[in-house]
């Protein structure tokens, strides 16, 4: 049988670039090799697409890219072009030197900006390729923390008090903005930026006299901000989602405890281990300890969330649980890091299975669109040219 080409496209010019080498790693450990032929495409942070062997190994990578702009030179860049390569013509030798991508599947797995928030999805469109997970207005709503709160909201479900602002408007007429934050929002109050995820950006905000410095911050990694209304002594529960079209399901929750709000640093670069800092910082319960009724509430808003926002393949939606027992969707990540296997593990699902199952999907949501009717032919040209010129 001939094994499905998987274009495994990650990097790409995020803030969240390392965690998709990290993503793309454990997927590329996992996917059945005897199944697919996964091909590695790296987006380097300069935008650069290339595609190697040597990608494989990620222990290489501080080798390979020294930072120096030579690096680049070592490998032959690639790119997806923007049409059907069904159109392309040519004899063997000219594809063997092509630098053109082809695959039978692409499998994004950039986290952010540039693969997470519908720019890669809708070069994969114009391309007619496969791809799994979340079409281009689900991914970019789903990346827009106040598009997707203003969407869900106006559908009934729990979100947390919360205003938003343009950078041009923190910058310009920065004492209204705090003004108005002031006397809308207790505190805690939390300052994103409205489309980074990995905590990048995010401030946890106890006082007014952090309050501007955190918006500056928010500022720096987008043109619009997010302030949110914390929840009082939360319990952080997580719980992800698979499927496509109506077909959904619920994994586990999982309760998160960190040892207070952690930013990007605190969580993936603050001394490991040693220093005791990073994830160490962060630990699990999977399942969460909580009653199966509340549970149940939280994989029904999940799956909810997944069908209003109309994504597809795996996301992971994260909640805030109160000590009254009241439920607040914090956001849902559309391309969630690691994909989200730990729950399926241990909902019974192992990687594998969960990667051939998001390959499927994508296969079967690409026959759909293919299905339908999308040409009229020119008869609406033909009567607009016989008329033009008749007069009214």
Not at 14 to 26: G, K, L
Not at 66 to 93: A, C
């Amino acid at each position: 049988m001939t094994k499905q080409r998987i274009g495994l496209i990650f990097g790409g010019v995020s803030a969240e670039h390392e965690i998709s080498i990290i993503t793309f790693d454990q997927v590329y450990k996992n996917i059945d090799k005897d199944k697919y032929e996964p091909v590695p495409i790296y987006i380097t942070q300069e935008g650069d697409w290339i595609c190697d062997d040597r990608l494989k190994d990620v222990g290489r990578y501080k080798e390979i890219f020294t930072g120096n702009p030579s690096d680049i030179k070592k490998f032959n860049r690639k790119f997806i072009p923007p049409y059907p390569m069904r159109h392309e013509t040519g004899g063997f030798f000219q594809k063997l030197f092509d630098n053109k991508l082809a695959m039978d599947v692409a499998f994004p797995l950039i986290h952010g900006t540039g693969g997470e928030d519908g720019g890669l999805q809708g070069l994969l469109e114009l391309a007619d390729v496969p791809y799994v997970g979340s079409g281009v207005t689900a991914s970019a709503v789903g990346m827009d923390k106040v598009m997707q709160k203003q969407i869900l909201s106006s559908a009934g479900l729990p979100v947390v008090k919360f205003l938003s602002f343009l950078k041009s408007e923190v910058e310009n007429d920065h004492e209204t903005v705090r003004k108005e934050i002031l006397g809308k929002l207790r505190f805690p109050i939390f300052v994103k930026p409205a489309a980074c995820g990995s905590s990048i950006g995010v401030s946890r905000v106890d006082s007014v006299d952090f309050l501007s410095v955190a918006l500056d911050d928010a500022c720096r990694y987008d043109r619009k901000v997010i302030v949110e209304e914390g929840v009082a002594d939360p319990r952080e529960i997580n719980c992800a989602v698979l499927g496509e079209d109506a077909d959904t399901e619920a994994s586990i929750c999982e309760e998160v405890f960190s040892k207070g709000f952690l930013d990007y640093r605190q969580k993936y670069m603050a001394g490991g281990k040693k220093g005791g800092g990073g994830m160490a910082n962060v630990t699990r319960a999977i399942p969460a300890d909580i009653p199966a009724e509340t549970s149940a509430r939280i994989q029904l808003l999940a799956k909810k969330t997944f069908r209003e926002l109309d994504c597809a393949g795996c996301a992971r939606v994260d909640f805030l649980l109160s000590k009254d027992g009241d439920i607040f969707i914090t956001e849902l990540n559309s391309v969630p890091g690691s994909l989200g296997f730990y729950l399926w593990e241990k909902s019974g699902m192992s990687f594998p299975a969960l990667i051939d199952r998001l390959i499927e999907y994508a296969v079967a949501a690409h026959r759909r669109k293919v299905m339908l009717k999308r040409t009229s032919g020119f008869s609406a040209v033909k009567n607009y040219l016989a008329t033009k010129d008749a007069k009214p």
